[in-house]
């Protein structure tokens, strides 16, 4: 995976003033767009196409400070007029391009990326790679901003809203794996970019043929291969963490790849105060 990163970055250096096709620049280097994104975003701490649009500006600094014709470097970056390109020069650079051209600056330079593999070989992540058939996950649905590190507020105040006896009712709906209360995200955004906006789902696994109340939010789930990691640790660090290491270490190192689905996280046993958990990650997968 990370030759296949390093190659994506040449690409979006040949292709700076092209619309890019993310698709195609993913079967350019032998894997899908969503889990190109998903890999990009999580080694590199930003989207694909906040990536694309930095190195833009940064390259484009240069025709600025050269005196050229605005509206023609415009064109040469893809963008249609001299006001788009000056909204995105600003909001990379922090300053106009009139004020460029007349002091030299300031520039923010994004340096092309490169990824390097380090292997440490003091972690071992506990994993197994099962194969489901398909099933639903049932539960209390809401929309909530995605959150990288610690507690989610509105993840919270929606399970604490749920009655006792709604939990209750959940947990004797379960009937198939991953087994007990599970947290779900669903839909969340390829580019994994904080407060973009996901499905969270508090609920349960179940078969096809459960029969399950109508007044439940419901996910189906295809037929597919799961890698599921085990972690034990603080809660919701230890977790956040091996969300982290899945990218930078597992995936590099494994021939898996992320395909669309839901993340799913079961809390197998945890301490009174919930300060430290024993959890299951569930990440859908296919073989690269």
Not at 44 to 50: D, I, N
Not at 191 to 204: C, M, R
Not at 215 to 240: H, K, N
Request: proline content about 6%.
């Amino acid at each position: 995976m990370i030759a296949e990163l390093n190659r994506l970055t040449e690409l979006v250096e040949e292709r700076l003033g092209d619309d890019l096709d993310v698709a195609a620049l993913a079967a350019d280097v032998g894997t899908t767009e969503y889990h190109l994104r998903r890999m990009f975003s999580s080694l590199a701490g930003m989207p694909l196409s906040e990536y694309v649009r930095r190195r833009r500006m940064s390259v484009a600094a240069a025709d600025v400070l050269g005196g050229g014709d605005l509206l023609s470097i415009a064109v040469r970056y893809g963008y249609g007029s001299t006001e788009a390109f000056g909204r995105a020069f600003r909001a990379v650079h922090g300053v106009g391009v009139g004020h460029v051209r007349r002091d030299g600056g300031p520039l923010r330079t994004q340096p092309q990326i490169r990824f390097r593999l380090t292997v440490e070989g003091n972690i071992t992540m506990d994993t197994r790679i099962i194969e489901r058939p398909a099933f639903r996950l049932v539960g209390y649905a809401t929309r909530v901003p995605l959150i990288h590190e610690g507690v989610n507020p509105r993840i919270h105040a929606h399970i604490s809203s749920l009655p006792a006896s709604a939990h209750a009712s959940l947990k004797e709906l379960s009937d198939t794996e991953p087994a007990g209360l599970l947290q779900v995200s669903d839909g969340v955004d390829p580019d994994y970019t904080e407060g973009s906006e996901l499905t969270y789902l508090h609920g349960v696994a179940v078969t096809e043929t459960t029969t399950v109340p109508s007044d439940l939010d419901t996910i189906a789930v295809p037929a597919g291969l799961w890698a599921v990691f085990r972690i034990e640790g603080e809660y919701p660090a230890a977790l956040q963490e091996a969300w982290a290491a899945t990218a930078a270490d597992w995936f590099p190192s494994n021939p898996w790849r992320l395909v669309p689905g839901p993340s799913i996280v079961a809390v197998l046993d945890r301490a009174d105060d919930f300060r430290t958990a024993v959890c299951e990650l569930w990440l859908p997968v296919e073989r690269a």
